[in-house]
């Protein structure tokens, strides 16, 4: 990156988010510090996506989306 000067830069680091016996950990800050490491590396050279809370929102929606077709219980509870 340093020879060719960008004037703007991004990335996408993605690799495996957290979990423990199939369930997302709660506490994600390891996969974010990898992120931030990777943007350390090109001495600020470039940003990146924030692909852990795009991970945990995958995963929200995901069960938000199974349980409004859970007819046990009206929508929204």
């Given at each position: 990156m340093d020879a060719s000067k960008p004037y703007?830069?991004?990335?996408?680091?993605?690799?495996?988010?957290?979990?423990?016996?199939g369930e997302m950990d709660y506490n994600q800050d390891a996969h974010r510090q990898r992120i931030v490491d990777w943007i350390n590396a090109t001495s600020g050279a470039a940003g990146a996506f924030d692909v852990t809370t795009k991970g945990i929102l995958h995963t929200v929606l995901i069960i938000s989306y199974l349980v409004t077709f859970d007819t046990t219980f009206p929508f929204g509870i």
């Open positions: 703007f830069a991004v990335g996408e680091y993605w690799d495996s988010l957290s979990y423990t016996y």
